[in-house]
């Protein structure tokens, strides 16, 4: 058995398969028990490596190529796989609840694929490729069928599609700067080139304007998925080219650079999230803020580097899932998610509400909660060296925080002896706190992340040994 | 292990009177049990004495160097004063909850026990990682129980402004952690390095519930008495057990003035307030903010002696006073030994109160100690608004003034044993001088009408409402604004401009 076709192949053709054959109420099951039970083969099968069952000798093998180009995991990507099909499965199991068609399962399983390919394939510059796929199939599971595209989706491929050409420009001029690193004017072009298509993928300020947009206009669980997968694999790819090249990881002109994108996104994402009037534009905006933070990592100068941004993306999906799964189900209340429409909406949805409430708590480091420790650390770490950042990180936070004290204040504004009900099913129920219940075990025992990063850094040659 | 253990007690307690309510609701050993634990839980949390000074830490939360800080508790002659006063308010509560028309609401029981359990984990906290993590859970709890419990718009914007101001209190506490770490110091209260303190003495203040000023509860709530009780004195403990760690050269700064100034006109504003209160119920969110920044102006200065005797005061003292519900002259004149407590006379629980030199500060400290020792005798002693006990069952009448009692009790022991402000002499003069005062406004205070209460619950409708959404309203615009220019038809112009500009400045800065 091979790698690439666990993880790459069978969940492209699932997906294809449940797409046009899986009735709409089984995709849910479908999609998670296939993620699941592939999250759980990275776990158990180590690649490239025999394993003995008996007399039986199992060995998945780490390559394969394709029209030249080769699909390759090592041993250090099974808890990386495993973490990302785990999360996955949350997604897929949470679309029964969300009331998400079940496009969402087999467009999803679809992505999650390519965007697994994209970490595989060599050369590695081929990812910009592929991830320019994924974002073309994420416009399919973001606009309805029969409707217009509006503004935010097309903003949103416009700057997925302008990212592709600086990303393989920049490889191009890097591949001569590895022959003569010498030249400055060239680094300093790459550079800018690879900053510049970095920073179109990640959404950095100013280019995340198609995030709200698009948060406005797009079911919110789908949004959610999009908010989760793209970034998270973005940022894998980001640390791939940190760890090939040198200069990079040294260059104290890019970490600065690094360092005020970071800071301007997170500050400005707060500040805008403390103004909003849309439950969908919260949820972007703390996603921005976010991006921010993992951008701020990136220029923590120790061995850590690799652990503190798997601490920061791992909790993210369960974050941006809960949030999301809450206001698809508050969506039905006010299809418009505006302010206005859901005062006192509480008493209804208490536990949709409340696990809005507590994933928005997460995102903004509160204690016990999943983003809190991986928040602690990155400060911790950054303390040192630049302690003035923190404070616009706070900032930032506090942004948030107003964000998130007017959106509760509207949620319990009812009016004096409105009854108490729990308008959400039983399905919704369990989803929303299972989610919540694994945001305050990853909140409280961090540790039990450890399987999943404790290996990590060794995916990396140069980060974080 | 005995921190984990008292703590445990209260806990599992809580589980056991949850798993009552759901499945055997009617049934009368419920409270009989839930006396039975909290005084196990009280006797243990007096065991600490066998072992002081000790602690535990919980297993690091991963192999990476980025968790080296341990979830650590430790009991020593500062905490546990906190310790016993808290478990002493769970005890008390449960025994005057007899003689309240919730009697049978064993949620609100288990809800006490619950949070004693939290409280004793937060006053034994013993770096800033274990402190935040206690704190969350206080504000976690008390979030969700005031939306509960809280009817009406007001009081619901009221209940999330006080959550939003306690977050910003922990955000300070993380701050004084970073500025520590970036100082080189390991992370914990006894390596904060000058200047560092301050953030945390403002990071208390702020979880006071200060601001906003006044959260009322309504009154068929059940959190009036006991759980609100409850969860104000354990809250404020739990955020002022911190100054007793602090070491005076981390408050060393150029601020300290100004915040002492802040501080003395918080205590002098709430101390007039609490004594103008219609009643004790109505005045508990000054009593708080008075206590607290007393605590606060003995941190201050250098004292966290003083600093804990206050703390204790509040708890204890609070307690006595906001737990009396029936009309008993001997029991009223029973809680005047608070006013002996509060006084900072030698050998009170008080007296190291001000062991640190106040000098230019000390007339401004009196007074406001004199408005709420005044304020203390004058609500103890009002008649109006208790139950008379006749109304009352036999047994109740035996065990009400015995949860009174008990509060009562424990000023006085820990006066004179257990910790490092006990059996103090103090600044005598000083606590002579305040008691005189004390004495000379009772006697003022039904004779003028600048003292009627009835004005002063006029005031305390007068605290500004919405002052979130008023602030934010020019942010707001502003906002506004730039989202419209960059999300609207020009914002990809908009865009490429603002990173040409991004990518110039970079360029102009690397040369």
């Not at chain 1, 302008?162 to 030249?183: K, T």
């Not at chain 1, 970490?255 to 996104?265: E, K, R, Y």
């Not at chain 1, 696990?355 to 040192?384: C, D, K, N, T, Y």
């Not at chain 2, 993590?133 to 209940?159: C, F, T």
Request: proline share 5%.
């Amino acid at each position: 058995m091979n790698a690439a076709v666990i993880w790459i192949l069978i969940p492209l053709l699932a997906g294809l398969l449940t797409l046009l054959f899986a009735p709409e109420r089984f995709s849910a099951i479908l999609g998670g028990a296939l993620a699941v039970l592939l999250a759980l083969t990275a776990l158990i099968f180590p690649i490239d490596t025999a394993l003995l069952i008996g007399n039986f000798s199992l060995k998945i093998s780490a390559s394969v190529q394709v029209l030249g180009r080769s699909f390759t995991f090592g041993v250090a990507d099974g808890p990386l796989l495993a973490a990302i099909y785990g999360i996955s499965a949350l997604w897929f199991f949470g679309t029964q609840a969300s009331g998400t068609s079940n496009r969402f399962v087999s467009l999803g399983l679809m992505i999650v694929a390519l965007l697994t390919a994209s970490i595989a394939v060599e050369p590695f510059l081929f990812a910009a490729l592929i991830l320019e796929i994924a974002a073309m199939l994420v416009i399919v599971l973001l606009v309805p069928p029969y409707q217009k595209p509006q503004r935010g989706i097309i903003r949103f491929i416009i700057y997925q599609t302008l990212a592709m050409p600086l990303i393989l420009f920049s490889g191009w001029i890097l591949a001569g700067v590895e022959a003569g690193p010498g030249n400055l004017s060239m680094t300093t072009q790459a550079g800018t080139m690879l900053g510049l298509g970095f920073a179109f993928l990640l959404a950095i300020f100013p280019l995340n304007n198609w995030i709200p947009l698009l948060a406005e206009e797009a079911p919110p669980y789908a949004m959610g998925f999009l908010l989760w997968a793209l970034p998270t694999f973005t940022l894998i790819f980001a640390l791939d080219f940190f760890d090939r090249y040198t200069w990079l990881r040294t260059s104290q002109q890019f970490s600065s650079a690094m360092q005020i994108a970071g800071v301007l996104t997170m500050t400005s994402a707060g500040l805008f999230a403390a103004t909003q009037k849309q439950l969908g534009r919260l949820m972007a905006y703390a996603a921005i803020a976010e991006a921010g933070l993992v951008l701020l990592a990136f220029t923590v100068q120790s061995t850590e580097i690799v652990n503190l941004i798997f601490l920061l993306l791992i909790p993210r999906g369960l974050e941006l899932a809960v949030w999301a799964l809450g206001l698809s189900i508050l969506k039905r209340e006010s299809y418009a998610l505006k302010f206005e429409e859901l005062r006192g909406v509480a008493r209804k949805y208490p536990i949709a509400v409340g696990a809005i409430v507590i994933a928005h708590l997460s995102m903004l480091g509160f204690p016990l909660l999943a983003g809190f420790p991986a928040r602690l650390a990155l400060a911790q770490e950054l303390a040192p060296h630049a302690l003035p950042i923190l404070f616009w990180v706070y900032l930032s936070m506090a942004g948030l925080l107003i964000g998130l004290a007017r959106s509760l204040t509207v949620f319990v504004l009812a009016p004096e002896g409105a009854a108490w009900k729990l308008a959400e099913d039983w399905v919704q129920v369990v989803m929303l706190g299972v989610g919540a219940i694994g945001l305050f075990i990853l909140g409280i025992f961090p540790q039990t992340l450890q399987p999943f990063i404790a290996q990590l850094p060794t995916l990396f040659k140069h980060l974080g040994q | 292990m005995l921190i984990a253990l008292s703590s445990s007690i209260f806990f599992v307690l809580a589980l056991t009177l949850v798993g009552f309510n759901f499945y055997q609701p009617a049934e009368r050993y419920a409270w009989l049990t839930a006396i039975g634990g909290g005084l196990l839980g009280l006797v243990s949390v007096f065991l600490w004495q066998a072992q002081m000074n000790f602690g535990f830490s919980l297993p690091l939360w991963g192999a990476t160097k980025v968790f080296a800080t341990p979830i650590t508790f430790s009991a020593n002659g500062l905490t546990w004063p906190y310790a016993v006063s808290l478990a002493t308010l769970a005890i008390a509560i449960l025994l005057t909850s007899a003689t309240r028309l919730n009697f049978e609401n064993i949620l609100t029981w288990a809800g006490s026990l619950a949070l004693t359990g939290v409280g004793l984990l937060a006053v034994t906290a013993d770096n800033p990682l274990t402190l935040l993590l206690v704190w969350g859970a206080l504000d976690l709890v008390e979030l969700i129980i005031q939306l509960r419990s809280v009817e009406g718009p007001v009081n619901h914007e009221k209940v999330v402004a006080s959550f939003v101001t306690r977050a910003l209190g922990s955000g300070l506490l993380i701050w004084a952690n970073l500025v520590s770490v970036a100082a080189g110091h390991p992370a914990g209260f006894t390596f904060m390095p000058a200047g560092a303190g301050l953030y945390l003495v403002i990071a208390s203040s702020l979880r006071m519930g200060a601001l906003p000023f006044h959260l009322p509860y309504p009154p068929t709530s059940t959190l009036k008495r006991g759980f609100g009780t409850s969860l104000r004195l354990v809250s404020a403990a739990s955020s002022l057990a911190v100054l007793a760690h602090l070491p005076s050269a981390s408050l060393a700064s150029t601020l300290t003035p100004f915040l002492l100034a802040l501080i003395i006109a918080a205590a002098l504003y709430s101390g007039w307030m609490w004594l103008r209160a219609p009643d004790e119920l109505s005045g508990r969110p000054y009593w708080v903010v008075c206590l607290a920044a007393l605590s606060i102006v003995s941190a201050l200065s250098g004292n966290p002696i003083g600093s804990v005797g206050w703390g204790c005061a509040l708890v204890l003292l609070g307690g006595s006073l906001f737990l009396s519900s029936i009309q008993h002259p001997w029991l009223n004149r029973a809680l005047l030994i608070g006013a002996f407590s509060a006084s900072t006379l030698p050998f009170s629980l008080t007296a190291g109160a001000w062991l640190a030199n106040l000098s230019l500060l000390f007339p401004f400290v009196a007074i406001a100690q004199t408005l709420m020792l005044t304020g203390y005798i004058r609500h103890a002693l009002r008649a109006s608004g208790r139950e008379a006990p006749e109304t009352q069952p036999s047994w109740t009448q035996t065990m009400y003034p015995f949860g009174i009692g008990l509060l009562i009790f424990d000023q006085i022991l820990l006066g004179l044993i257990g910790w490092d402000g006990s059996r103090q002499i103090g600044a005598w003069a000083l606590a002579v001088s305040v008691s005189l005062l004390t004495f000379g406004l009772f006697w003022a205070t039904p004779r003028f009408r600048i003292f009627n209460p009835i004005r002063a619950a006029d005031g305390l409708q007068r605290v500004p409402s919405h002052w979130l959404s008023n602030l934010q309203r020019p942010f707001d615009y502003l906002a506004r604004m730039i989202n419209s220019a960059l999300e609207g038809d020009g914002g990809f112009m908009w865009t490429l401009l603002v990173l040409i500009l991004f990518i110039s400045l970079m360029a102009q800065g690397g040369r």
